[in-house]
């Protein structure tokens, strides 16, 4: 199988590329704008450009994927090539499956997009914890990023892009406001305890349709020093008020800011996915699945759905025709080899609620 990794010079493309290249039976190309396979997904050549490399998989790599359209996809299908991305715009995943149904049914291809940290690794979670369960009350995620993990442009881009902006929210039954990067809640992680702001990410739209029956659905980022995260919140307020900050252009030097704060960081990152409900006799409990993984080694996480994904396009397990988010296609054990191999340790409580 001919795969092509648009972005493959990228903080999460490459770790793609150098997971899937040890296969011999896969060709891997890395493509990006500059690199010796130049591809530009904004150029009004690149459907023909695309073409031309004849791939059977494309994997797209290039955020922010908040406003992007779905270029990208259409043009790999145009081309019979299956498509998964690693998207975490809220709109741009929830959309997907609707924009790129017909075409991909038409041409007989399977196209997911959110095969990342979220969707995909979250509701895995969530199917895992929820087994047995008889119903589900709230479902609260949270990711608490090691300071020294690379920091790609294109994450901070989407980051920046809500913060201080309303965010639709499942609380008590029914949609409700909060602000991006306030919100702020104390979360009880692995790494120790932080301080979680609001993201505005697709679980937050898709978690209450796939759920029913679910009344809170709420989703934190936790950084690890609480001068970041309190400078973030500021400006998230000024712009909640009203003032024109172009935050979302800041990203590079910000994140030279931000990096200042590296030797002085722990080593660990990690994630938290925790639900309340009603377990098989009836009593109201917390299920709670904790993760925890070395700081350098925390970006593989949001590459593990894409990678695990062309590897079963590549073997005799395809996943049927259509467009998806990605949900319900990966389960949490097919994550465990990679958990594994990357020293990424994941561990689950129980308690009454």
């Given at each position: 199988?001919?795969i092509l990794v648009l972005g493959g010079s990228g903080n ?14 896969l060709r891997i190309t890395a493509a990006s704008r500059r ?178 029956g679910v009344r809170n659905v709420q989703f934190h980022a ?132």
């Amino acid at each position: 199988m001919h795969i092509l990794v648009l972005g493959g010079s990228g903080n999460f493309g490459a770790r793609i590329v150098r997971a899937l290249q040890p296969d011999p039976t896969l060709r891997i190309t890395a493509a990006s704008r500059r690199g010796p396979v130049a591809l530009d997904w904004q150029s009004p050549a690149f459907s023909q450009s695309l073409r031309a490399l004849k791939p059977d998989l494309v994997v797209h790599c290039v955020g922010p994927f908040q406003g992007q359209d779905y270029r990208v996809a259409q043009a790999a299908i145009a081309a019979d090539a299956h498509y998964v991305d690693l998207a975490d715009g809220r709109e741009f995943v929830v959309g997907f499956p609707a924009a790129l149904q017909e075409p991909a049914l038409r041409h007989d291809r399977v196209a997911i997009s959110g095969a990342s940290t979220l969707p995909a690794l979250s509701s895995a979670v969530i199917d895992s914890l929820a087994e047995s369960m008889q119903s589900i009350e709230s479902i609260e995620v949270c990711i608490a990023p090691g300071q020294r993990a690379a920091r790609g442009e294109a994450t901070l881009t989407a980051v920046f892009s809500y913060l201080g902006r309303p965010i639709r929210l499942w609380r008590e039954a029914q949609w409700q406001r909060v602000w991006g990067w306030m919100d702020l809640r104390r979360m009880d992680l692995d790494v120790g305890h932080r301080w979680g702001a609001a993201c505005d990410v697709p679980d937050l739209t898709l978690f209450p349709e796939r759920y029913p029956g679910v009344r809170n659905v709420q989703f934190h980022a936790a950084l690890e020093f609480k001068l970041q995260h309190a400078a973030l919140w500021a400006l998230a307020s000024l712009r909640r008020a009203g003032l024109a900050l172009p935050v979302d252009r800041w990203a590079v030097g910000l994140n030279r800011l931000a990096a200042l704060f590296d030797p002085f960081a722990g080593p660990f990152g990690g994630m938290r996915v925790s639900l309340v409900g009603q377990n098989a006799v009836g009593e109201r409990t917390r299920r709670t699945w904790q993760l925890i993984a070395p700081a350098s080694d925390g970006p593989e996480i949001p590459c593990m759905a894409a990678v695990l994904l062309a590897r079963r396009m590549a073997s005799a397990r395809p996943v049927k025709s259509g467009a998806y988010a990605c949900m319900g296609i990966l389960r949490l054990v097919d994550f465990a080899p990679l958990f594994e191999r990357w020293g990424i340790r994941t561990r689950i409580e129980e308690c009454a609620a």
